[in-house]
């Protein structure tokens, strides 16, 4: 991440932290974004923006809906939204030498769960889990004897409707026992730290739309020229990064869209292009 910070600056960029986009103000004649409106009331003109935000969130909470006569509320509403995820972080006082730095532990049920996951949008009791123990390969990232952890469950995205005001402890604790009872002895003794996210940290803090934490689902009719477009419809300078985007989710297809877009944009010198960009991130 520093090292991209570095080069962004070295090109002429700057970051601005703590600047929450609230509006991204359009031209009434020629429908062209302006630039973008921060929470606390700072305008950043801008002749071209590029939002890595939620697809979803930057069209529904940033334009006003009269301007986009193609992306309406109605039309993002009825597509398709990909999985939430429970992720408990926590570190051990002891080491767990028999799990490897990566681990996916299979449930009971495989396409059952997907189904309850995707189709019926039910928390289910069971789970299937990715386990992740980094200081199997780089034990500085934990104190002597220690070690640090993260277990991550697939989980309905918030329009299942489940409460995780009060299912979140209950959930972690048993994949707790889960993970005490057939992997790790005695864990619950040895936890020393711990933090756990939920859907609502996706829709809360990341302004994910309904909590998805891989924005629109790929689905066949929601990928490739199906999916929202780095370019928009509505808006003829403002184009989109990231996960909801094509060609898709994970590090190498947001890191693709990246490019897309800056082969896009293209023409004049990259401190030309620079000093005409406005990026448009999540919170913070």
């Known amino acids: 991440m520093r090292a991209l910070v570095k080069l962004f600056e070295d090109m002429g960029g700057q ?14 004649q020629n429908k062209r974004a302006e630039g973008v409106r921060t929470r606390d009331g700072e305008f950043f003109p801008a002749q071209i923006v590029v939002s890595n935000a939620d697809v ?14 193609k992306n309406t509320d109605h039309k993002l509403k009825r597509m398709q939204y990909s999985m939430s995820l429970f ?6 006082d002891r080491k767990y030498e028999n799990i490897a730095h990566h681990e996916i532990l ?11 996951i995707f189709k019926r949008k039910v928390l289910a009791r069971d789970f299937s889990l990715y386990l992740h123990r980094p200081t199997a390969t780089d034990p500085s990232l934990a104190p002597e004897g220690h070690d640090a952890w993260y277990v991550l469950s697939p989980v309905p995205h918030l329009g299942s409707g489940t409460d995780w005001t009060t299912t ?3 959930y972690r604790d048993s994949i707790v026992q889960y993970l005490e009872e057939h992997y790790m002895p005695d864990l619950s003794k040895h936890i020393v730290t711990e933090h756990y996210i939920d859907p609502l940290h996706f829709r809360d803090e990341l302004n994910s739309y309904l909590g998805s934490a891989f ?8 990928s490739a020229w199906f999916r929202p477009h780095n370019i928009s419809e509505d808006i003829p300078n403002l184009y989109f990064t990231g996960a909801g985007t094509h060609p898709g989710a994970g590090l ?3 890191m693709s869209s990246g490019k897309i877009v800056a082969d ?11 000093q005409s960009l406005t990026s448009v991130s999540t919170k913070n």
């Open 252 to 254: 190498p297809g947001v």
């Open 264 to 274: 896009m944009i293209g023409g004049g010198t990259p401190d030309q292009k620079m």
């Open 87 to 92: 992720v408990l972080y926590f570190g051990t």
């Open 168 to 170: 979140a402890k209950p």
């Open 106 to 116: 299979m449930g009971p049920r495989y396409k059952g769960l997907l189904d309850d």
């Open 15 to 28: 970051i601005y932290l703590d600047r929450e986009v609230s509006e991204i103000v359009i031209n009434e």
């Open 215 to 222: 924005s629109v689902e790929p689905i066949l009719t929601q």
């Open 56 to 69: 979803a969130f930057t069209y529904m909470h940033l334009i006003q809906e009269r301007f986009r006569q």
